[in-house]
Nanobody, 121 residues
């Protein structure tokens, strides 16, 4: 059974950096992604990567500060977040899918439990 486990969240000062990781077990997925959900808001797409090629896609709001990458040997996907802003505060979720859908497709089947990122001023 496929399982996704996120790590790396925490409390960070504005302007700082953070690296989130998602360890995937049980399957090799076609694409993986990060979403986030801020308090009182709907979950939103952040970034995605195609496992075989490393091709990426980003939400316009984060593409200058966020970098998604995958480590094939470790079967993990990471999200590097730089120049953190207060509005980046959210629970960050790792997602994965076996279907050969476009990186622009926001529908994912497998989800992690989430990791909290809190940005302080």
């Amino acid at each position: 059974q496929a399982q996704l486990v996120e790590s790396g969240g925490g409390l960070v000062q504005a302007g700082g950096s953070l690296r989130l990781s998602c360890a995937a077990s049980g399957r090799t997925f076609y694409r993986m992604a990060w979403f986030r959900q801020a308090p009182g808001k709907e979950r939103e797409f952040v970034a995605a990567v195609r496992w075989s090629t490393g091709s990426t896609s980003y939400a316009d709001s984060v593409k200058d500060r966020f970098t998604i990458s995958r480590d094939v040997a470790k079967n993990t996907v990471s999200l590097q977040i730089n120049s953190l802003k207060f509005e980046d505060t959210a629970v960050y979720y790792c997602a994965a899918d076996l279907r050969t859908l476009s990186l622009e497709n926001r529908n994912y089947v497998y989800w992690g439990q989430g990791t909290q990122v809190t940005v302080s001023s």
